[in-house]
Antibody, heavy 123, light 107 residues
């Protein structure tokens, strides 16, 4: 059974870049789409974007220009970088697997998730 | 933009009781692309139901999903101790949206 694990700093200063990595174990990163989703404290879940194992990406419009998702198939990992962060970017960040995405959306549910990692933006 | 509204916000029940959770969409959900997830503190969310009514692999049959169009329901027929958690719905397909969640707590 595939497992996902997020890793990265839990504290980021305002205006700096948030960097997270998701390590996929128990299965190959190939032939799937891989997503980032976040949940600010007390708020709902927000889809941030996805990457296909080939490197094709798509981002949620509010994040376009600030978010970069990349993949390293040799390490079975994919990553999120979010630049110019503010307190509004404080959230639990989840990585998740999805079977198919196209354009700005995904046409399958998120069938495997990481447990999430809290990132706080504060000086 | 599709909005998903879940109700109630909190459901207080005892083990063995039936839980009925609602998810209402602001627009019709095309192809019944509606999923339900279970979320426990510190754990990865778990996919329960996709396509509004299809149980994911390994999900017990006490969990069932129903509905179409704009109104969807997740039913847990007899609550087990491990079922006390937060449940959220999600639309996928032409757009992505998540509901705010329903907490099923021990009465």
């Amino acid at each position: 059974q595939v497992q996902l694990q997020e890793s990265g700093p839990g504290l980021v200063k305002p205006s700096e870049t948030l960097s997270l990595t998701c390590t996929v174990s128990g299965g190959s990163i190939s032939n799937y789409y891989w997503s980032w989703i976040r949940q600010p404290p007390g708020k709902g879940l927000e889809f941030l974007g996805y990457i296909y194992y080939t490197g094709a990406t798509n981002y949620s419009p509010p994040l376009t220009g600030r978010a970069t998702i990349s993949v390293d198939t040799s390490k079975n990992q994919f990553s999120l970088k979010l630049s110019s962060v503010t307190a509004a970017d404080t959230a639990v960040y989840y990585c998740a697997r999805v079977g198919y995405c196209e354009g700005g959306s995904c046409y399958r549910p998120f069938d495997s998730w990481g447990q999430g990692t809290l990132v706080t933006v504060s000086s | 933009e599709v909005l998903l509204t879940q109700s109630p916000g909190t459901l207080s029940l005892s083990p063995g009781e039936r839980a009925t959770l609602s998810c209402r969409a602001s627009q019709s959900v095309i192809s019944n692309y509606l999923a339900w997830y279970q979320q426990k503190p510190g754990q990865a969310p778990r996919l329960l139901i996709s396509g509004a009514s299809s149980r994911a692999t390994g999900i017990p049959d006490r969990f069932s999903g129903s509905g179409s169009g704009t109104d969807f329901t997740l039913t847990i027929s007899r609550l087990e101790p491990e079922d006390f958690a937060v449940y959220f719905c999600q639309q996928y397909g032409s757009s992505l949206a998540f509901g705010g969640g329903t907490k099923v707590e021990l009465k």
